[in-house]
């Protein structure tokens, strides 16, 4: 099926669904999510609703709500309290399952006292085989993908948002703070804050697509492999080094392997991928 099909196909079925709550991040595939049900379905039958808690980076926050208002959709900001969940804070395998339980219970609760019939995701085609224990989260809460559904992948949802003329067409994926956190270190407000300024201040740098990982005391820095140079060099070199060990890291390392998506998934058995998919 070509990707004007499953764009069809989609529309489809969100025609079919009445009123609708859609988790919204401002990410590549829930902003083209929102935009397609707000075409489909109409304003007034749309309610896109933003988790904010510790792990969403101030400047992710701020530049989502911006890309509603482009859409012409205001936003609800609704409150996740996944610290004060400690299989959440133990940042184990399964963290990103009590991640997305805590947000879609809130928005099942938001759908039932407001009269809407349906929650949605924005989780695509591509996510059905990767490691995505949030997925587990939202089938047995009952949120829908339609995406997925539609058999949209990434690259289809980056053409049709072209299309569209979203501005996240090009937008890098920028996944919760608490994904830079390695598995088995406790996730705190202070640790989220740590990676959230180290990441701000690369941004600063003119740097597009990084991680900043945490590995408590260590910061594991990976960049796309053209940008390894021009943060080895000085002066760039000592002003990252100064800035991450402001923050509270000691020792600071630069992953020559380059950025990549999951990477510290890496450390994950095939046997727990299993157990928590």
């Not at 991640?99 to 996510?127: P, Y």
């Amino acid at each position: 099926m070509n990707t004007d099909k499953k764009y069809q196909s989609l529309k489809k079925i969100l025609g079919g669904m009445g009123k609708v709550v859609i988790a919204y991040s401002g990410g590549v595939d829930s902003t083209f999510l929102l935009k397609a049900a707000v075409e489909t379905l109409g304003k007034e039958n749309v309610l896109a609703c933003i988790g904010v808690s510790g792990s969403l980076a101030q400047s992710q926050h701020a530049q989502a709500m911006e890309t509603a208002k482009a859409i012409g959709i205001p936003v609800r900001e609704v409150s996740v309290d996944e610290l004060g969940d400690a299989a959440y804070a133990a940042n184990k395998a399964d963290r990103c399952f009590h991640c997305k339980s805590h947000l879609f219970t809130v928005l099942k609760h938001t759908a039932e006292q407001e009269g809407f019939e349906h929650i949605l995701c924005g989780n695509n085609f591509d996510d059905k085989d990767d490691f995505r224990p949030g997925n587990r989260a939202a089938v047995l809460i009952g949120v829908r993908a339609p995406l997925m559904e539609a058999e949209l992948t990434k690259a289809d949802i980056r053409q049709l948002s072209r299309q569209l003329g979203l501005a996240t067409a090009e937008m890098p994926a920028s996944p919760c703070l608490a994904s830079r956190i390695r598995y088995g270190l406790e996730i705190t407000e202070e640790r989220l804050k740590q990676v959230e300024q180290a990441e701000d201040f690369l941004r600063s740098l003119g740097l597009d697509e990084f991680r900043v990982r945490h590995h408590g005391d260590t910061a594991r820095i990976e960049v796309k492999p053209l940008d390894i140079p021009r943060i080895t060099q000085n002066p760039t070199r000592m002003q990252i080094v100064e800035k991450l060990k402001s923050l509270g890291f000691r020792f600071i390392s630069l992953d020559l392997q380059g950025f990549r998506s999951g990477a510290l998934n890496e450390v994950l058995s095939d046997e727990q991928k299993r157990q928590n998919r």
